[in-house]
């Protein structure tokens, strides 16, 4: 399981930056490598952290026991390398990289971990990153390591004309249509608190309102919208900067945001877009 941060919530009124039109500034580079760890046995896992010490720049943000747990921690959190055990109960590693290509979730780089070699070819099938045999030797694991740096850095590198702050848009709409109850409503952009896609379907919550949004991808939605009132937190979730109420601590390095609708959401701050809130927020 992994444990919560125990630093106290930021609340609104100690940050009223966010309040404010801003402009989120863009990520700088990585500064670590974020690992999650993902084994049904809890000595293999605690003696992987515990050699991962070694190695400064990797930053173990989570750990799972099982294959659903992994499914969700690496979804939210993002992270850029999983150390994944082949063999688990019920959802195995082979299973979690399937379940997670097939939900379009950015992949990761993954360590394949197991104490039997004959799963390797089908491993990097996968396209894994790498395999280690239990136990695992140190040596070995430090050539994986360095073998996740060049990856990570080669992708970064790739990306970063994507992480470029995007051009505002000819036409940014300050109303939109919101579909509840078979009635088609009209929304002020600003009463738009969050909107997040799942299963290909769009909802927008709103500050009296919850309904289903007619564009077909966050990223359509995105682009209709003021960049300098609305924010790609995740993969997930589109929100309104002037209507988070609450910074709360999740995990090791990352942050959700409580927003101010009447559920008082709390939606999952990327680790990209983490980078982002620090300097925003100077936490």
């Known amino acids: 399981m992994v444990n919560r941060?125990?630093?106290?919530?930021?609340?609104?009124?100690?940050?009223?930056s966010v309040s404010g039109a801003v402009s989120i500034p863009a990520a700088g580079p990585a500064q670590s490598i974020s690992a999650v760890l993902v084994d049904d046995e809890k000595l293999a896992s605690d003696e992987l952290a515990y050699l991962l010490k070694e190695f400064p720049d990797v930053e173990v943000i989570a750990t799972a026991s099982n294959g659903i747990e992994a499914l969700k921690l690496i979804a939210?959190?993002?992270?850029?390398?999983?150390?994944?055990?082949?063999?688990?109960?019920?959802?195995?590693?082979?299973?979690?990289?399937?379940?997670?290509?097939a939900q379009g979730v950015p992949l990761p780089y993954f360590v394949m971990a197991t104490a039997f070699d004959q799963y390797a070819v089908e491993a990097f099938r996968l396209e894994a990153l790498d395999y280690l045999l239990k136990p695992v030797e140190k040596d070995r694991l430090a050539m994986a390591v360095e073998r996740a740096r060049k990856g990570i850095a080669e992708r970064a590198k790739a990306a970063a004309p994507a992480e470029m702050p995007a051009a505002k848009p000819s036409l940014q709409r300050s109303k939109l249509l919101v579909k509840s109850n078979h009635r088609n409503f009209i929304v002020d952009a600003q009463e738009v608190v969050y909107a997040t896609i799942d299963d290909g379907l769009i909802t927008v919550v709103a500050s009296n309102l919850e309904g289903q949004s007619n564009y077909r991808t966050i990223e359509e939605l995105q682009s209709n919208l003021d960049?300098?009132?609305?924010?790609?937190?995740?993969?997930?979730?589109?929100?309104?900067?002037?209507?988070?109420?609450?910074?709360?601590?999740?995990?090791?390095?990352?942050?959700?945001?409580?927003?101010?609708?009447?559920?008082?959401?709390?939606?999952?701050?990327?680790?990209?877009?983490?980078?982002?809130?620090?300097?925003?927020?100077?936490?």
């Open 5 to 16: 941060a125990t630093s106290g919530p930021v609340h609104a009124s100690a940050v009223s």
């Open 76 to 101: 939210d959190l993002e992270p850029d390398l999983v150390f994944l055990d082949v063999q688990m109960p019920g959802l195995d590693g082979m299973g979690v990289i399937a379940k997670l290509r």
């Open 227 to 283: 960049p300098d009132m609305f924010w790609r937190v995740h993969r997930s979730y589109l929100v309104n900067i002037h209507r988070i109420k609450e910074v709360i601590p999740w995990f090791k390095s990352s942050f959700q945001l409580r927003m101010d609708d009447k559920k008082q959401t709390e939606i999952p701050v990327s680790r990209v877009q983490t980078k982002r809130l620090r300097a925003l927020l100077k936490l």
